[in-house]
């Protein structure tokens, strides 16, 4: 089994942290299984993995103690091979092997298809869907997106040159410009739990970034045919954040979910742009903490 290691929001190392490899009936799904209590099944983002969920659960959970956070690499990340198919199913399908009846499913990003996929077709299997700067249908890839894309695929081919990249992003975050707002960054990068959890997730890149390639270069090619989602179709209670700054997944797309899905919440971060999950953490998790305690009853 791969390792990877994650910082957590307190500073302190999660070191060698080793996922699960376990064999569905549809195929072989690399995953984190931690906790007790309701499930929530998070799904990462572009350029991410299994690590990456690891971070969108410890993001939206102020106290993660009492659920069980499954947190997958979707197809063509890091250790869960890029397969045809509904990667909706196979969700269900890692469910059923885990012996998990329903589970809050929650994505970031790219992780958004599939997890509206997820709760169209399996009602029955999702309590609950929270979207956090998802897209909810088709559209093109912003060009400086493309560009960096192209620069990863370009420091995989140079030996000991990504990692060198995952040490220059950790002493210099500025330089991912994930943030436009300079006093915004700051103010996330001092925050106590935000900050670390921002670096976190710009260190992960570059850990295991070949393997992170496929699965990102086949979602950024599925957005321009994505099919109409079928959002009229979730039944789950829903809750939607998304920053209206958004400049990677434009504010529209959230409105457009939480106008399609029935009872859908709408969290609206002004000023948010893609990582507002991380520059407004404390507001998303109040929203959050609210809308679990709904859904667990």
Request: a neutral charge; charged letters at 20%; hydrophobic letters at 45%.
């Amino acid at each position: 089994m791969s390792k990877s290691i994650v910082s957590s929001p307190g500073g302190r190392r999660l070191s060698r942290v080793v996922p699960h490899l376990t064999t569905t009936r549809l195929g072989v799904v690399e995953h984190r299984d931690d906790g007790d209590g309701p499930a929530l099944l998070a799904l990462h983002g572009g350029m991410g993995g299994f690590d990456q969920s690891r971070l969108l659960a410890e993001a939206l959970l102020a106290e993660p103690a009492g659920f069980r956070v499954i947190a997958v690499s979707r197809p063509g990340y890091l250790g869960t091979p890029l397969r045809d198919g509904d990667p909706a199913d196979l969700y269900a399908a890692l469910l059923d092997e885990l012996d998990i009846d329903r589970a809050v499913v929650a994505a970031v990003s790219a992780g958004g298809p599939s997890a509206i996929a997820f709760a169209a077709r399996h009602p029955d299997r999702c309590a609950g869907l929270i979207l956090v700067s998802t897209a909810s249908g088709r559209f093109e890839v912003p060009e400086h997106v493309i560009r960096r894309l192209k620069q990863f695929q370009a420091l995989c081919g140079v030996p000991g040159l990504a990692r060198l990249m995952g040490w220059v992003m950790g002493r210099h975050p500025e330089r991912a410009r994930s943030v436009r707002d300079p006093d915004l960054l700051r103010r996330t990068l001092e925050h106590p739990e935000a900050g670390p959890l921002m670096l976190a997730l710009q260190r992960s890149v570059f850990q295991r970034l070949a393997e992170r390639l496929p699965g990102t270069i086949a979602d950024t090619l599925a957005f321009a045919d994505l099919p109409p989602l079928p959002l009229d179709q979730v039944l789950a209670p829903t809750l939607v954040i998304h920053g209206d700054g958004d400049q990677v997944v434009p504010f529209a797309h959230g409105v457009r979910s939480a106008g399609e899905i029935a009872g859908a919440d709408l969290l609206v971060v002004p000023g948010g742009e893609h990582v507002c999950l991380f520059t407004h953490l404390d507001e998303v998790r109040a929203q959050v903490a609210g809308f679990l305690g709904r859904v667990r009853g």
